[in-house]
């Protein structure tokens, strides 16, 4: 039963170009979502999160957008860079006020391929 | 610059042995996470803690696993008898959780490869 899905298990996009990557989830009490990024023989590293009162986050070249009726999360890149190639996990986490102690179930992740 | 580490970085051992994996998280975080990364199962929580208490380890097998914090810089991951079936990445990761103040954020290590053949 997986609660953050991300379907596409890989992404190929040409430099300069937007790459979009989608995270689905099943559970209503989430409040909270986080991307990160994870090359190769490396731990993940943290992106951008959003809290569930907001619908978008941007951090440079780098936004999350969040529909809470479809509950489903996007990670925009734009535009993409060759060094953006890399695995992206999303996460979520329920809130403290419902109960969460702060950990977070993660999807399991897309593989994105920058090309030059 | 504060990072979490780990170590040994890789493991190789055979089936049946014993193997600890150690993590030191980020100074003045209260909350240490275990993570199993496999091709098939993705990011897996095995156990995390909270000011070095143990929250839940219901990921972990329990007849083989144990997770223990012996003081706030050093976190253990041990398994015996260690099996093929481990084998994977496993990732510690810490973050800072206090009353009225909401931080999610994780910040992992650069994981342990662990072969057992």
């Known amino acids: 039963d997986q609660q953050v899905k991300q379907n596409s298990p890989s992404l190929s996009v040409q430099e300069g170009r937007i790459s979009i990557l989608n995270c689905d989830y099943t559970n209503s009490m989430f409040d909270y979502f986080l991307w990160y990024k994870k090359y190769p023989a490396e731990g993940p590293t943290f992106l951008i999160s959003?809290?569930?009162?907001?619908d978008k986050n941007e951090d440079g070249r780098f936004t999350v957008f969040l529909n809470k009726s479809a509950k489903h999360l996007s990670l925009h890149i734009v535009p993409s860079q060759p060094g953006d190639s890399a695995v992206y996990f999303c996460a979520a986490s329920g809130g403290f006020r419902r109960g969460s102690q702060g950990n977070l179930i993660f999807g399991k992740g897309t593989k994105l391929s920058v090309k030059p | 610059d504060a990072r979490v580490t780990q170590t040994p970085r890789h493991k190789v051992t055979e089936m049946g042995q014993e193997v600890t994996m150690r993590c030191q998280p980020i100074?003045?975080?209260?909350?240490v996470f275990w993570y199993r990364q496999t091709m098939m199962q993705g990011l897996e929580l095995l156990a995390y803690?909270?000011?070095?208490?143990?929250?839940?380890d219901s990921g972990m097998p329990k007849d083989r696993f144990s997770a223990e914090m012996p003081d706030a810089t050093l976190a253990t991951l041990k398994i015996q008898p260690s099996e093929p079936r481990d084998s994977a990445v496993y990732f510690c990761?810490?973050?800072?959780?206090?009353?009225?103040?909401?931080?999610?954020?994780?910040?992992f290590g650069p994981g342990t490869r662990l072969t057992v053949l």
């Open positions: 803690f909270r000011n070095r208490a143990p929250l839940d």
């Open positions: 959003i809290s569930s009162i907001k």
């Open positions: 990761a810490s973050g800072s959780v206090t009353l009225g103040r909401r931080t999610d954020t994780q910040y």
């Open positions: 100074l003045g975080h209260n909350t």
